[in-house]
């Protein structure tokens, strides 16, 4: 069956501690990730995708994600937080084809003491 | 804002009552796409839509769920006598899909919160 699996459920940082946050996905086929946001009271939005090619991606506000094919995983790291990425981080994965259907992990909350 | 929009942001109704959502997506998007989240987890896909057209739907989509897309613009998504199980923040998203491509970044809005008492 195809999944996404995050490892942690919550994390706590200090400002300026590093962050990596775990993906694993099980897919038959090749996939297109992705990693979305949610910051309090607001809407989902994405923070970077990885589709083909470099499998570093860069996204938005510092964070970046390693695809490992070998691994099924593809986490999420920053090298130093703010107090602003406090918010719930979900991974999600989809076909390569033209299936439109995202498949979600349960998401990990993520607490950043100022 | 022209951003992927849901009305009504809360429902709240009672057990056996009927409910209609309605989304409506970034402008130039052709796909449409809904999804359930419950607390504690991810959003689950429901159905999506390409133009007015239904192209997949997850058997999370009972005969009681029904969702609509009539001209390729907003689309309903419809709940028949609601069950508690059914409360959920209910998502729309929306994507600019080219023939043959991986699929657009899905926008997503800002949810229907539907309380089943």
């Known amino acids: 069956a195809q999944s996404v699996s995050q490892h942690n459920h919550h994390v706590i940082l200090s400002e300026a501690a590093s962050l990596e946050l775990g993906c694993n996905y099980s897919?038959?086929?090749?996939?297109?990730l992705f990693w979305y946001v949610q910051y309090p009271g607001q809407h989902l939005q994405l923070l970077l995708k990885y589709f083909s090619g470099d499998p570093l991606v860069k996204g938005i506000k510092g964070f970046e994600a390693e695809f490992i094919k070998s691994k099924f995983s593809f986490n999420l790291r920053k090298p130093s937080v703010q107090w602003s990425d406090t918010a719930e981080y979900f991974c999600?994965?989809?076909?390569?084809?033209?299936?439109?259907?995202?498949?979600f992990g349960q998401g990990t909350t993520l607490q950043v003491k100022p | 804002d022209t951003g992927v929009s849901q009305d009504p942001r809360h429902k709240i109704t009672k057990r056996g009552q009927n409910v209609t959502f309605r989304c409506d997506p970034i402008?130039?998007?052709?796909?449409l796409y809904w999804y359930r989240q419950t607390l504690g987890q991810g959003p689950e896909f429901l159905t999506y839509?390409?133009?007015?057209?239904?192209?997949?739907k997850s058997r999370l989509l009972s005969d009681r769920f029904s969702a609509e897309r009539p001209k390729g613009s907003f689309s309903t998504l419809e709940i028949q006598r609601t069950e508690q199980g059914d409360s959920a923040m209910y998502l729309c998203?929306?994507?600019?899909?080219?023939?043959?491509?991986?699929?657009?970044?899905?926008?997503f809005g800002p949810g229907t919160r539907l309380t089943v008492l």
């Open positions: 998203a929306s994507s600019q899909n080219t023939a043959g491509g991986p699929g657009g970044t899905q926008y």
């Open positions: 402008s130039e998007h052709n796909r």
């Open positions: 999600a994965v989809k076909g390569s084809g033209n299936t439109g259907k995202l498949i």
């Open positions: 897919y038959g086929g090749t996939v297109n």
């Open positions: 839509f390409q133009n007015e057209a239904q192209l997949e």
